[in-house]
């Protein structure tokens, strides 16, 4: 089952609504982190990440769906003879969640690599990269930056003592 239909539309069109979409998604972006740095209360504040990242979720696969799409009609307009060298399937993978960490050092590098391909790489704000580093952490691990405001300076920090603590091989 699609969710767009093609029909009439081009990729130039396309194109536009994307990045139409990434302006808004930065205001977006802009204004989440303003609405978290009013937030006082821990729980209203955890609340609210995963309110942001369930739409910032849903946002991400509506865009993958419009570059699928922009895909297919490259595909479809090239003809059969030309290959692209990539194969084009209509298969959606499953939503990718992320792991949560409590400080079991034998499960950091596996939360670490998964958070670093999929947050701490992308072009979110730092910030809401900080809320969703926090938001993903358990235990002793949550205790070990507990006392950092959100912050740009402060989640390098958090990622820092994360690393330092968790990330050690001799410890393993």
Request: net charge negative.
């Amino acid at each position: 089952m699609d969710i767009v239909k093609v029909e009439g539309v081009t990729v130039e069109e396309i194109n536009l609504r994307v990045e139409e979409f990434d302006k808004r998604l930065k205001a977006l972006d802009e204004i989440q982190e303003q609405i978290q740095e009013l937030i006082t209360e821990e729980d209203d504040l955890l609340k609210e990440i995963e309110q942001a990242s369930t739409v910032r979720n849903k946002a991400f696969f509506c865009k993958s769906e419009a570059v699928r799409v922009i895909g297919q009609i490259k595909a479809s307009s090239t003809g059969p003879s030309v290959s692209t060298g990539k194969s084009l399937s209509s298969t959606r993978l499953p939503k990718l969640e992320l792991p949560k960490f409590s400080g079991d050092i034998t499960t950091w590098q596996t939360f670490w690599d998964k958070f670093v391909a999929i947050v701490d790489i992308s072009d979110i704000p730092v910030i809401n990269k900080f809320t969703y580093l926090q938001s993903l952490l358990e235990g002793d691990a949550l205790l070990s930056i507990q006392g950092l405001s959100l912050t740009d300076s402060h989640y390098r920090l958090a990622c820092y003592i994360l690393k330092e603590s968790n990330g050690r091989k001799e410890r393993i």
